[in-house]
C-alpha cells in the first residue's frame, strides 16, 4: 500500500463533495465538461481494476469512493442540462 496514493486519492476526493454541491445548488452546466467527468471516471475505474488484478488492498475503497462522486457529479450534469431547456 502505497501513502502517497492514499494521498493522492484523499487529495482528489476532497473536491468531489464541493463540486456535487455546487452542482445541486447552481442547477447549471456552466463550467463543467462532461467529457473531462467521464475521463476522470475512467481513470478511477482503471484504478479499481488494477487493485484488483495486481495488487489488492485497502486502497481499492478510495478508488470506489471518488468514482462513486464523479458517477453521481456525471448524473447531476445530466440532470442540469434537462433545466436548461
Known amino acids: ?18 463540486s456535487i454541491y455546487k452542482s445541486i445548488k447552481s442547477r447549471s452546466v456552466s463550467g463543467k465538461s462532461v467529457f473531462f467527468l467521464f475521463v476522470i471516471l475512467l481513470g478511477y ?14 486502497v481499492i475503497y478510495l478508488y470506489s469512493l471518488n468514482a462513486i462522486m464523479v ?4 448524473l447531476l450534469y445530466y440532470r442540469n442540462l434537462s433545466f436548461k431547456k
Open 1 to 18: 500500500m502505497s501513502y502517497f496514493e492514499i494521498g493522492m486519492l484523499i487529495c482528489f476526493g476532497l473536491a468531489w463533495p464541493f
Open 45 to 58: 475505474l482503471l484504478g479499481i481494476l488494477h487493485k484488483i488484478t495486481y495488487d489488492f488492498n485497502g
Open 71 to 74: 458517477f453521481i457529479d456525471i
